[in-house]
């Protein structure tokens, strides 16, 4: 039976990912900032228990953080979830988001390296913003390769200061430094990088003189590194499923769940533009995103590989008219009635993203559930978690 650790175990993906994991006959360890956030997610799922554990690593970021937990247990896999998020607190972009993103994930994989000696593979959960900013303005001059890159340079997010455009640039630079780190220590286990979004179709100045060269640059210098060391890159789009995580009020809802739930708790009274509501016009559903990343431990086909995964189209008319439909089919409860917002027009004019995500889909040999179970799953658990709080 493999052994896996999972970081940020209680995040929305971690715990769609754990779930898939014991599924396939895995036991799995999670890594937590704090001992509460394991009790609540074994409360929240009583049925792992005896299959689930958990290790507290209070900083990701800090030398050494994993060696006594490698040195404790034997580990076959790793899915490394963790990652900084960004915030309303968050302004400094080498403390919050750089270096933690950079380290949290070097941190980790000399612990592997040096005390793993049982491992065999890392994936790692990035983010697809490392690929694009995913505004309008990129979603239409371009499809989406496997070999694509945002053009943000860490000078470029030091002088622009805001949140999202930080949170790109580290996302990418931690990914670089995993394909950096693999090169010069060549570890024995191999490493898949699985990138999602949680926060995406955010439109800033494309004021970015010189640093488009990296779009092409710096796969130059990555792909060498692929092509010699077994590693996987899966890129998902914007992820939307049933939360599975424990959740202590509908204000804690990660950033996705509660993108859909805007569209029928009173926050729209007229549909929405698809951009102007959060959203990226792309789509998977996590557990789908899950099986990719459990596929992607030990399919060979994946090795050496970067993939895009998944790539449904995605707008505000999509989800409404899916809601609507499983009210009007009866497969929703009642609460959800009267509740969506009304169209009137303003969902047009989309630049929809071209995500060329045919290999990686094929090789991981993925099918997706269709718009009516991801969204109406989420809506039903949404629906649950209201009747919960009295609403």
Known sequence: MPHTLVTGANSFVAVHIINELIAQGHTVTGSLRRTSAGDALLAEQPEWKGKLDFVVVEDYAKEGAFDAIFQAKDYDHIVHVAAPMFGENQTDFDRDFLRPGVDGNLVLLKGAKAHAPTLKSVAITGSINSLTDGSPAANQ????????????????ARKDGSGYVMYQSSKKEAELAVWEFVEKEKPNFSASNLRLTNHISYSHPQ?????????????????????????????????FGPPLQALPDLKHLNFSVGVVYNFFN????????????GLFP???????LATAHVRGLTTP???????????????STLIVNTLRGLVEKGELLEQLKGRLPKDTGKDTGLSLARI????????????????????????????????????
């Open 207 to 239: 004021e970015q003189t010189g640093a488009c060269r990296y779009s092409s640059a710096l796969w130059d210098l990555v792909a060498p590194i692929v092509l010699g060391q077994k590693v996987t890159v899966l890129l998902p789009p914007l992820i």
């Open 282 to 288: 792309s789509c998977i559903d996590a557990r789908d």
């Open 301 to 315: 086909g994946a090795a050496n590989k970067r993939f895009l995964v998944g790539g449904a189209e995605l707008t």
């Open 356 to 391: 060329g995500a045919k290999e990686g889909n094929e090789v991981l040999g993925l099918t997706f559930r269709s718009a009516e179970e991801t969204f109406g799953d989420l809506a039903k658990k949404v629906l649950e978690l209201e009747r919960k709080e009295g609403k």
């Open 141 to 156: 001059s371009r499809e989406y390769k496997n070999d694509s890159w945002n053009p943000v340079t860490p000078e470029f």
């Open 266 to 277: 009173g926050t729209y009274a007229e549909l929405p533009q698809t951009h102007a509501a």
